[in-house]
Structures are given as structure tokens and as C-alpha cells.
């Protein structure tokens, strides 16, 4: 799955993907950058994981005082380059979020939202520790994915992405349960409150879990 963001649906693509979202996925991707803006603090350092071409980025420019982004898409990063207008400009880096290359408690916040636990195809618990090991004491992680209220939005999303080649075709036999698979190999699975309550326990962490505007699934994490 990295390689499919990195090589077949990064930068350009990618974009064309959000910019196909029907109103009530544009409520649900607008939701999380809100919920996740009202919990920078003025002055932190904050850090994104999978950044993709800036798109969250934007939306959070002038919240704390630093702003980094990482992804493995390096045509993406370079469209984020372009992306994120005014203010203080991002720090953007090529970094695999599951091996970062930053010392321990470095930021205030880190997040990894819109479901990519999932997308990276990554060990997620070990995605978990690791966003929590360059975390502060006292800082957050926030991780998020879908709930099933929006399983139908979500769908129908995935198929005019699919429609417009963005994506492979659609495998409707291999689809359901919260699990979106594609013909070509792409697949886009969800984490529940129970994995999410399941893996952070096992790393020691402490979490809460929130459900947003009935379409968005948080995780978050007091960093050790």
C-alpha cells in the first residue's frame, strides 16, 4: 500500500481524489482538521504524518509555531511545496512514519488523520509507539478512521474515484465490513474503537476515544 500512494496516487492524483468528495465527505474531512486545530497550542511544534501534497497542512497554517510535514510521496511533497500558501512555510521531509528519522520528544502534537493508520499499510501498533516515542511528555498523538455511520458516503466516494481512474475498479465481492478493495490491489481497510483501545494498551499508552459529527473515529494518546 505505500508504494500504491507513492507511485499510482500521489501529488496530482491524489488531489483529483479529494477534490471528487461529495458534500458529506468534505463535512467529514473538514470535521477532523477542526478537531484537530482546537487541540495545537499556541506556541507548539507540531507534526504531520503522511502529509500527502499539503492539503491538511493548509488548513492548519498559523496554528502553533511549527509546522512539519513527512511523506514517502516525493512527488507530493513537492506539490505541498507549492500548496500551502501565506504564512511561515512548512517543513516538509521524506520519512517513513513507521521508522522516523527524528530524535525522541521532539514535537508537541503529532497526528496522523483521515484514516491513514490504515493507508499506510504499515504495523499499526508499532506506527502508534513510534508517533509517540518523538512526542513530548504531556503532548498528544492523535490518530483518527472512519466510524460505520459513513460507511455508504465513503463508498459512494471510492466508486467516483474508481470511475474516474483514479483508482482501480472497484472488487464488490471483496467490499464490506469497512473494507474498500480495489481490483488493482489497492484495499482501504478502518480501525475500530476496540483496535484503537487494544493496540495503545499494549504499548502502555494512555488514550480517549472520540466519535465526531457521527463520521470520524479519534485516538487520542497522552504521550509517555
Not at 25 to 48: M, N, T, W
Not at 85 to 107: E, I, K, S
Not at 114 to 133: H, K, M, T, W, Y
Request: hydrophobic letters at 45%.
Amino acid at each position: 500500500m505505500p508504494r500504491y500512494y507513492t507511485e499510482k496516487l500521489g501529488a496530482g492524483r491524489l488531489r483529483a481524489c479529494y477534490e471528487l468528495a461529495p458534500p458529506a465527505i468534505r463535512a467529514y474531512l473538514e470535521g477532523e482538521i477542526s478537531f484537530v486545530r482546537k487541540r495545537i497550542p499556541q506556541d507548539a511544534l507540531v507534526l504531520e504524518l503522511g502529509c500527502g501534497y499539503g492539503r491538511v497542512l493548509r488548513e492548519i497554517a498559523g496554528a502553533g509555531r511549527t509546522i512539519v510535514g513527512i511523506d514517502t510521496a516525493i512527488a507530493s511533497l513537492a506539490m505541498a511545496r507549492e500548496h500551502v500558501p501565506g504564512g511561515p512555510p512548512p517543513h516538509l521531509a521524506a520519512m517513513d512514519a513507521a521508522r522516523m528519522a527524528f530524535g525522541d520528544r521532539v514535537f508537541d502534537l503529532t497526528f496522523c488523520i483521515q484514516n491513514g493508520i490504515s493507508a499506510f499499510g504499515v504495523d499499526q501498533p508499532g506506527l502508534v509507539r513510534e508517533a509517540a516515542r518523538v512526542t513530548r511528555s504531556s503532548g498528544l498523538v492523535l490518530f483518527s478512521s472512519y466510524t460505520a455511520g459513513i460507511w455508504d458516503d465513503r463508498l459512494a466516494w471510492f466508486r467516483l474515484q474508481a470511475a474516474h481512474g483514479l483508482i482501480g475498479e472497484i472488487d464488490e465481492e471483496a467490499t464490506g465490513n469497512g473494507v474498500i478493495a480495489c481490483k488493482d490491489g489497492f484495499r482501504a481497510s478502518t480501525v475500530s474503537a476496540g483496535d484503537f483501545a487494544r493496540m495503545t494498551a499494549s504499548a502502555g499508552l494512555s488514550s480517549r476515544i472520540f466519535e465526531v459529527a457521527g463520521s470520524s473515529l479519534f485516538c487520542e494518546i497522552d504521550a509517555p
